[in-house]
């Protein structure tokens, strides 16, 4: 059952960018803060930022800080993620869930998508 779905995933060169997006059809997503999870093969699950309900407050981990932002449509029931100045550090399985609290906190994330690769490597 898809209830939230990433897409913008693909292939680029360290120092490229993607946006990925995080849409959602079954449920509105301005009713929870949305959150971009990444795991790597043979790593753990790494919340990389989280955005709240309103777009007001945003987090983002120090791997990502200054690379990455996060933002929101809520006309759309669309997130996204853009991602600058990729390095191959950042392949991953991306994933976008929905919260109703503000949390990086993977458990109290009620809905998650299915997850979309990203791979940097020249």
């Known amino acids: 059952q898809v209830q939230v779905v990433e897409s913008g995933g693909g292939l680029v060169q360290p120092g490229g960018a993607l946006r990925l997006s995080c849409a959602a059809s079954?449920?509105?997503?301005?009713?929870?803060?949305i959150g971009w999870f990444r795991q790597a093969p043979g790593k753990e699950r790494e919340g990389i930022s989280c955005?709240?309900?309103?777009?007001?407050?945003?987090y983002y981990a120090d791997s990502v800080k200054g690379r990455f932002t996060i933002s929101r449509d809520n006309a759309k029931n669309t997130a996204y993620l853009q991602m600058n100045n990729l390095k191959p550090e950042d392949t991953a399985v991306y994933y976008c869930?929905?919260?109703?609290?503000?949390?990086?906190?993977?458990?109290?994330?009620?809905?998650w998508g299915q997850g979309t690769q990203v791979t940097v490597s020249s």
């Open positions: 869930a929905a919260s109703l609290i503000f949390t990086m906190t993977w458990d109290d994330y009620d809905y």
């Open positions: 079954e449920f509105a997503l301005d009713n929870y803060a």
């Open positions: 955005i709240s309900m309103s777009g007001s407050n945003t």
